[in-house]
């Protein structure tokens, strides 16, 4: 028989099996009806199919052995305590699993504060220790009421080198004629060189070139004015086309990096205030900036000149450093 | 009819008490299926231990794997599924029966098989049903000529002839093709014919 004859052999076997089985559309049945009628072999091979399938279902249906449900219901119980068990261990898994976990969730608050420790030691530190050794707090009363004085006495007599600053310090503030007007005061009343320019969006921008000594008389008078900004944002440029951005800034933190006598000194520490700031923002409580504030109010507090009486001696008592001139831009500018 | 095509109410309880763990269901659900499952086993393993043993195997997995159950095919399906893949593993792995010669001694024709058988075979009258399950000798003739065809054949033959599944049905247990479990029974059937012939030569 031909490769095509027995496929369609096997097509009609097919064919009569699902004849037999009940399985064919009434079109098929139709079409196999008639081929048994006209082709005896065909018919025989049917019987033949019929024979067989009758044989196997003819065989005995054997039926499960006494005693099969409650063997079965045996192993079920023996499973689930064997699962139980092994229920108890996965939960002592658990349980170590979960101890590791929170070890780690403590190795990683550990590591943590660690980083902010060291952000913030290398702030506090960062203090020279120059001017840290001379610095002379003392506490006086003036007219009845506690100040605190702190004399940067070393500036003047230091030889080191100080290293010129430049910045930009942008005041956004939605009381702008008033701000406005009390920095433009404290810059003349403190005799600080300046020029001033009126900002396209509201405001002045107030160019001071100054020593270092009178940016920090002036930052000791406007510090009070931070209570009225919306936002405060320092740019300190490190003399090459670039500057780190610190938002949020306090008066303290830019008198902090003013006082830093090498760019170098500034870049770094201006880049910590950056850091300290994002991660304060992040955190509800003002934790980091309260204990940056609060532990080192002598380091972080800007330092303000000394008054040796009860008379107003402000710009007596700046002392001008040697070189290391300031010149810092004061953007007053309207909030939206 | 042995299956139905949708979960019935009785079966859709059973499956959601046994998922609730309850060992009442749980055995009902046994004892209602437990003689057909060990029947189909036994007519595709032949032998009464390794059934009895596969078919606890069997409902062991139904009931661990009953949250599983989805509900999309019948619980009959579901069961005999596992029924048959499980005896399908067992005897692939124990490869107790394969193609070859055949002759009457190999099977243990007896002489008064042989004469049944003959009898069977070529008498033009249509056979009784009856009369066949009556000749003992003739049914385990079958059975043990069912062992000597390929276990993928034996499946499907022993789930349409003597489980009386559809081919929807045994399509689904064995996860194949409608057209597959055609050709498969063709052969099978075939295969089988040829043999119980081959023994009245």
């Known amino acids: ?336 | 009819m042995p299956g139905t095509a949708k979960i019935e109410f009785d079966d859709a309880v059973l499956v959601e008490r046994c998922r609730q763990g309850d060992s009442a269901a749980m055995e009902r659900l046994i004892v209602k299926y437990q003689d057909r499952i060990y029947n189909v086993i036994l007519k595709m393993c032949g032998n009464r231990d390794d059934a009895a043993e596969l078919t606890q195997d069997t409902f062991v997995k139904v009931i661990e794997n009953i949250g599983k159950f989805r509900q999309q095919s019948s619980l009959y399906t579901w069961v005999f599924r596992i029924a048959v893949n499980l005896t399908l593993n067992y005897c692939q792995r124990k490869a107790r029966v394969a193609f070859g010669s055949l002759d009457a001694e190999e099977v243990g024709l007896a002489n008064g098989a042989g004469a049944a058988l003959k009898e069977y075979l070529y008498d033009r009258r249509e056979p009784v049903p009856a009369d066949v399950a009556e000749n003992k000798e003739l049914c385990e003739l079958v059975i043990k000529l069912l062992m000597k065809l390929d276990e993928t054949y034996r499946a499907v033959i022993v789930l349409r002839d003597i489980e009386g599944m559809d081919y929807a049905q045994i399509a689904e247990i064995l996860e194949v093709e409608l057209g597959t479990v055609k050709s498969r029974l063709s052969r099978a059937r075939n295969g089988l014919r040829e043999m119980l012939e081959a023994l009245t030569r």
């Open chain 1, 1 to 336: 028989m031909s490769g095509e004859g027995q496929m369609s052999m096997d097509k009609i076997d097919e064919l009569l099996n699902s004849f037999v089985d009940g399985e064919l559309t009434p079109r098929e049945q139709t079409e196999v009806e008639r081929l048994i009628l006209h082709d005896a072999k065909i018919a025989a091979r049917l019987g033949a199919l019929k024979a067989c399938k009758l044989l196997v279902g003819s065989v005995p249906v054997a039926r499960a052995p006494a005693g099969m449900a409650e063997r079965i219901m045996t192993r079920i119980r023996m499973g689930t305590e064997t699962a139980e068990g092994q229920e108890i261990v996965e939960i002592r898994k658990g349980g170590r699993h979960l101890m590791a976990r929170r070890l780690l969730a403590a190795a990683a608050m550990i590591a943590l504060v660690a980083v902010l420790a060291g952000v913030i030691y290398t702030i506090v530190a960062s203090q020279p220790g120059a001017d840290r050794s001379t610095v002379s707090e003392t506490w006086q009363k003036s007219t009845g009421k506690a100040v605190k004085l702190q004399q940067i006495a070393g500036s003047a007599g230091s030889t080191m080198k100080v290293e010129p600053f430049e910045g930009q310090l942008v005041l956004v503030t939605r009381d702008l004629v008033a701000v406005d007007a009390f920095i433009n005061k404290a810059i003349e009343t403190n005799g600080l060189q300046y020029s001033v320019t009126k900002d396209p969006i509201g405001g002045n921008m107030y160019s001071v070139q100054c020593a270092v000594s009178g940016l920090n008389t002036l930052l000791g008078e406007i510090e009070t004015v931070w209570t009225r900004l919306d936002t405060a944002t320092l740019l300190v440029f490190d003399g090459k086309a670039e500057y780190v951005t610190i938002e949020d800034v306090g008066a303290g933190q830019v008198g902090r990096i003013v006082n830093e006598r090498s760019i170098k000194e500034r870049i770094r520490l201006a880049k910590d205030f950056s850091v300290l700031n994002n991660i304060d923002r992040m955190l509800p409580g003002k934790e980091i900036l309260a204990i940056t504030t609060e532990r080192n109010i002598g380091l972080i507090n800007i330092p303000k000149p000394v008054l040796t009486s009860g008379e107003k001696s402000a710009k007596a008592g700046v002392v001008q450093q040697p070189g290391g001139g300031v010149r810092l831009t004061i953007v007053v500018t309207a909030a939206d």
